[in-house]
């Protein structure tokens, strides 16, 4: 039993640290656009666009079959 709770911690960080980390992005590039302008724009732009890139990876690339036992 104890080596389930050791992998539930790490299945849990092995898939929201992604999403987390886009979020993030996202919130600082909305909160950089309604800050100010110039470098806030070109900031808002630059982490608004990571999140676009990282889904469009995701959805583009080829699925590799994981066989589990």
């Known amino acids: 039993m104890r080596r389930r709770e050791s992998t ?9 640290t992604l999403p987390i980390l886009l979020g993030i ?3 600082i ?9 110039d470098v806030w724009d070109g900031l808002s732009w630059l982490c608004l666009t990571i999140p676009l890139v990282a889904i469009g ?6 699925r590799s079959v994981k066989r589990y036992r």
Do not use: C, E, M, T
């Open 8 to 16: 539930s911690k790490y299945d849990y960080w092995h898939v929201w």
């Open 25 to 27: 992005l996202s919130v």
């Open 29 to 37: 590039g909305l909160l950089a656009a309604l800050i100010g302008d």
């Open 57 to 62: 990876w995701f959805v583009l690339k080829p």
